[in-house]
């Protein structure tokens, strides 16, 4: 896309457990800061363009090894997304761009995007919030 790095926040501005959403290159963006560390990922979940931004950050349970990642839970339908790829979990093949994050003088950079927003690959039922906590 048209830029390599860019600058879309000073670090106090999202603290710890806050998140933020910031425009770039004309994208909305969810930017994250879960412990200390940022993540940022396309804003519209694939699904029907909830705002991933005010989803609920859950720490999830992969494969049989019970190997954990984090990821973001949308706020509309449920979906969730791994922060740190935008990989989908919840539907094969439904995935948002994630964006690399750098901090520097305290500011918060972002790469360009990596992957695409992809949709489910085959027809999908609609399921009730679910939301806890
Ligand atoms: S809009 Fe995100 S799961 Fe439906």
Known sequence: MGFERVSVAKMEEVPPGSSRLVTVDGREVA???VGGRFYAIGNRCPHRSGPLVRGQIE???????GSTTLAVRCPIHGWLFELA???GLTRDGASTPFYPV????????????????????KPVSIEPGGMTG
Do not use: Y
């Not at 720490?59 to 090894?65: A, F, L, Q, R």
């Not at 950079?109 to 992809?118: D, P, R, T, W, Y």
């Open 59 to 65: 720490k999830v349970s992969e494969g049989e090894e």
């Open 85 to 87: 790829t935008g990989r």
């Open 31 to 33: 930017l994250f800061n």
């Open 102 to 121: 750098t901090c520097e003088g305290g500011e918060i950079c972002l790469g360009a995007a990596q992957g695409e927003s992809v949709g489910p690959s």
